[in-house]
């Protein structure tokens, strides 16, 4: 089972924001709001959207809001 996880990383590495779930389009559609909602300034400061796959629902950050 492929499971896609969407984080919002803070300058210093540490996850804001985490949702997981099972569909793949429903995760892209996160992702581009996850990328959207960072403005300028946080973008020149580090702040990323990371779109990334795991196998497993054990994988996922354990503060991730869960989609299924």
Not at 2 to 9: G, H, L, M, R, S
Not at 21 to 28: E, I, P, R, V, Y
Not at 38 to 48: A, I
């Amino acid at each position: 089972m492929t499971i896609w996880v969407n984080e919002q990383i803070d300058p210093s590495g540490i996850i804001y924001s985490c949702i997981a779930c099972g569909d793949q389009q429903q995760a892209q559609e996160c992702h581009e709001s996850f990328q959207k909602n960072l403005t300028e300034t946080q973008k020149e400061q580090g702040w990323k959207a990371i779109l990334r796959t795991v196998e497993s629902w054990d994988e996922v950050p354990v503060s991730a809001l869960k989609l299924n």
